[in-house]
Structure formats: C-alpha cells, structure tokens
C-alpha cells in the first residue's frame, strides 16, 4: 500500500531532495516506520526512521569509483577501482562489502543466521530490488545438521557450508608469520589478509570451480571469501583480480570458533561465535568459558581472560 506524504529530505553528497515524494510503510519487524531513498551519480542510500524519527538502519551503495580496502590485501588494497562497494547497519549490526567490477554476486554464501535483523533488512521490499539490479545478493542460511557438534560453548551459530574436505588454517604468530590457509590446489591464501586471526578453514570444493573459507579476524570480526581453483577474474564473491574476493564482514564482541564435521563422504564447516566474551556477568557460564585465548571466568561482575580474580 502507497502513502503519499511529505517526505523528510536528506543531503547525500551534496544532492538534496524537495518536496513532496512517495512514502512506503515501513518495517515492522524492524522497528522501522518510513523508508527514505536517495540516488546521487554513484551512491544509493536508504535508511530506516523509527516512530520518533530516529535512524535506525541505513544502507549506503557505492556504484562507480571507490578505493578498494587495504583488508583486500596487495596488491590492489588501498588503490582506486570501478565497482561495487556496500556498508549496511541495522540496529548497530554492520555488514561490509567490495567487489572491483560489475559480475553477478547475487548468490553468496549465507549470512549467518544470528544477524536476523540484517538478513531481514537486505530482503526487504525497500531494498532487495535496488540490490537485485546491482547483482548483490546472499543465498538463505544452510540448514545446520545434526552432527554438528555441541559441545562447544557459544550462543550463536553463524553460518555451515559444505565441501568435499577442508583444511585449518595455521595459527596466527606475527606480522611476519601470519595465519596461511591452504586451499584445493595446493596454494595457500593469508587467513584475514594478515592481520590477527583467531581460526580459519577451508571448505574445499565449496562450488566445483572454488574454495571457501571462513575465518575469525581480530580487527574485522566473522569474515569468509571464495578462492578459485585456478586463475583470476570473477569468484562467487565478486573480483578483486586476485584469487580470492571477500563475501562480507561483520563485527562482533566476542568470541569466535569454526569447527568441522564430516557428513557421509562431505565435510560441513560452521562458524561460531559468543558475543559475551568480554561483557557483565553473575557466574563464569555466562561467558564463553572454553573460548582459547578469551574469557575464562566471571570476575566481579565481568567476563575476564585471566583464571584468577584479583
């Protein structure tokens, strides 16, 4: 249904917006009371206002020249290139995304299933088009299967994707000895472009012409990207005229783990992560407690890393 109102206008780069336009309902799932859309040259941002006028969820598309992250890794990380470059935050859950060029997209791997309110934003009418026409898209989560394990202490299951085999990444040292994931041909990818990792495999096989592989970063937080088999050019998760393209980033607070189950003759690998690593507690199980290298117990009131309260 259409409600034509006087829409609040808003400065994108410099391009204004005046009077009267046409006003969706908003979401109610996601607190969110009218949508606002504004097209500059090479950026589309929509955001989400609550009933009291407060944003709550935006979405920022850049379609045209932008620099590439040094995250990307050399050596094109940090240089200026033509494509797609994505920032979205629903109730203070980011989500980034960059691509050199204009290949379909629009079947990455799932989000995962803990970051429901991004999932649902990216779907909504107000937006699902807009990415639809630039070749963005990720597929639904992957139904989790019975065999994976649970025993491991963490409240959210990000996401579970199956291959052939996989491999772990090794641990994360240095700068100059970083986290190495060895994928299908032999060749080896830097977990996190480099940067501190705490985990990482590799789906082998993901897709017949590629790998995946999912990583816990330091600084970015769950990330994964696809690795062909051979070559350069256009992965499942965009180009970066490398082997590899990252499919998305998004923080989190805690900690994080990626385990690996075989099913039959496939492997599923899912990622987990506790978002009350570091946050208030009363006893040591609200924090992650078996989380290497994070939270053991519940000291005054607060998850810490050391075994003893002091």
């Known amino acids: 249904m259409m409600y034509y109102l006087r829409a609040r206008c808003f400065v994108v780069l410099g391009v204004a917006c005046t009077g009267t336009a046409p ?4 979401s109610a799932s996601l607190g969110i009371a009218e949508f606002q859309v504004a097209e500059a040259k090479e950026l589309i941002t929509i955001i989400g206002l609550d009933a009291q006028n407060q944003q709550v969820a935006r979405l920022d598309l850049v379609h045209g020249r932008f620099v590439l992250s040094k995250e990307i890794g050399e050596p094109l990380g940090g240089t200026e290139v033509d494509g797609r470059k994505l920032n979205v935050e629903v ?3 980011p989500l980034s995304w960059e ?6 997209t629009s079947h990455m791997p799932a989000l995962g299933s803990a970051e429901s309110q991004l999932i649902t ?3 909504d009418e107000h937006v699902r088009p807009i990415l639809q026409k630039w070749k963005i898209g990720w597929d639904q989560v992957a139904q989790v299967d019975g065999a994976v394990s649970t025993e491991i202490p963490y409240d959210h299951q990000v996401n579970c994707e199956i291959g052939t085999s996989y491999t772990t990444c090794t641990p994360y040292i240095d700068a100059n000895n970083p986290s190495m994931c060895t994928l299908a041909q032999g060749v080896t990818t830097k977990a996190c472009s480099g940067e501190p990792a705490y985990g990482g495999k590799v789906v082998v096989n993901f897709t017949p012409s590629e790998d995946l592989v999912m990583m816990c970063c330091g600084s970015n ?3 994964s990207k696809t690795c062909l088999h051979s070559g350069t050019g256009a992965s499942g998760c965009g180009n970066v005229n490398q082997k590899c393209a990252p499919c998305a980033q998004y923080p989190y607070n805690g900690s ?3 385990d690996a189950t075989q099913l039959g003759d496939n ?3 899912c990622d987990y992560y506790c978002n009350n690593a570091f946050g208030s507690c009363s006893v040591d199980s609200d924090c992650c407690t078996q989380a290497p290298g994070h939270a053991l117990i519940c000291c005054n009131g607060q998850c810490r ?3 003893t309260c002091f």
């Open 23 to 26: 006003v969706t309902k908003g």
């Open 91 to 93: 109730h203070g859950h």
């Open 99 to 104: 691509t050199m060029g204009y290949d379909d």
């Open 121 to 123: 934003f990216l779907a």
């Open 221 to 223: 937080g769950l990330a």
């Open 256 to 258: 994080c783990h990626v």
């Open 267 to 269: 492997w599923q690998v």
């Open 305 to 307: 890393t050391t075994g």
